[in-house]
Nanobody
Framework: VQLQASGGGLAQAGGSLRVSCAAT????????VGWFRQPPGKEREFVAA????????SYSDSVKGRFTISRDNSKSTVNLQMNSLRPEDTAVYYC???????????????????WGQGTLVTVSS
């Protein structure tokens, strides 16, 4: 599967943005789709993930309650709605996907073999 990330941009602290990840070449059926981010000068970190079948989700503690990951079956797209943004949310956001990821491993970067290009999210204070 090929992944195409879109969205992002510039927001003020407290504002909202949405990033989306679309599947090309095939659908996300049977996949787990995750979002990771890499802040400037830091390592890439897990943000959120969703299992296409069943819809189980996982969030990092830093975004829980502010970000919502969802799937759009009709468009084979995974959206990450980001609310109450903070300057520390500034990062390049990457979507990733793979099959056969167990729920307890959804936050582990090495579980994902397919990656999209990053999209930049900048939050100003």
């Amino acid at each position: 599967v090929q992944l195409q990330a879109s969205g992002g941009g510039l927001a003020q602290a407290g504002g909202s943005l949405r990033v989306s990840c679309a599947a090309t070449g095939r659908t996300f059926d049977g996949y787990t789709v995750g979002w990771f981010r890499q802040p400037p000068g830091k390592e890439r970190e897990f943000v959120a993930a969703i299992r296409w079948r069943g819809g189980a989700t996982s969030y990092s503690d830093s975004v829980k309650g502010r970000f919502t990951i969802s799937r759009d079956n009709s468009k084979s797209t995974v959206n990450l709605q980001m609310n109450s943004l903070r300057p520390e949310d500034t990062a390049v956001y990457y979507c990733a996907a793979d099959r056969h990821i167990i729920i307890s491993s959804m936050s582990i970067e090495s579980q994902y073999d397919y990656w999209g290009q990053g999209t930049l999210v900048t939050v100003s204070s």
